[in-house]
C-alpha cells in the first residue's frame, strides 16, 4: 500500500491542524493505522493508531486530550486532529500501516508515508 500524508503546515501555539494520510489500493481496511513524529534531531515516536474498522484508537501520554485519530475507509483514509498545539510539537509527522495492534514501536510498521512537516510557533 502506498501512503501520501498531508496537511502540515505553520500554525501558532494553542492552533488547531487536521493531518491527512490517503492510502492506495483495495486493501486499506486490512491495516492498522498508526501515526509517528520525528523532531529535529529526535528519534521517530509514536503518536496514535487506530484499529482495522476504526472502533478503537490508543495514543501516546503526550497527545491524549489534544490529538484524535480516525479513519473513513470508503475514502481509504486516515485522519489526524490536532488542537491546543504546542511548539514541543513542531516536527515531521508520518502516517504508516501494520498489521499489528497495540504496538508503539516504528519496527512494527510496514509502509509509510513521505512525512509532512507541522511548525507550531511560539
Known amino acids: 500500500v502506498q501512503l501520501q500524508a498531508s496537511g502540515g503546515g505553520l500554525v501558532q501555539a494553542g492552533g488547531s491542524l487536521r493531518l491527512s494520510c490517503a492510502a492506495s489500493?483495495?486493501?486499506?481496511?486490512?491495516?492498522?493505522m498508526g501515526w509517528f513524529r520525528r523532531a529535529p534531531g529526535k528519534e521517530r515516536d509514536f503518536v496514535a493508531a487506530?484499529?482495522?474498522?476504526?472502533?478503537?484508537?490508543y495514543s501516546s501520554d503526550s497527545v491524549k486530550g489534544r490529538f484524535t485519530i480516525s479513519r473513513d475507509n470508503a475514502k481509504n483514509t486516515v485522519y489526524l486532529q490536532m488542537s491546543s498545539l504546542k511548539p514541543d510539537y513542531t516536527a515531521v509527522y508520518y502516517c504508516?500501516?501494520?498489521?499489528?495492534?497495540?504496538?508503539?514501536?516504528?519496527?512494527?510498521?510496514?509502509?509509510w508515508g513521505q512525512g509532512t512537516q507541522v511548525t507550531v510557533s511560539s
Open positions: 487506530i484499529s482495522w474498522s476504526g472502533d478503537s484508537t
Open positions: 489500493g483495495r486493501t486499506f481496511s486490512s491495516y492498522v
Open positions: 504508516a500501516a501494520t498489521t499489528v495492534w497495540g504496538s508503539r514501536s516504528p519496527r512494527s510498521y510496514y509502509y
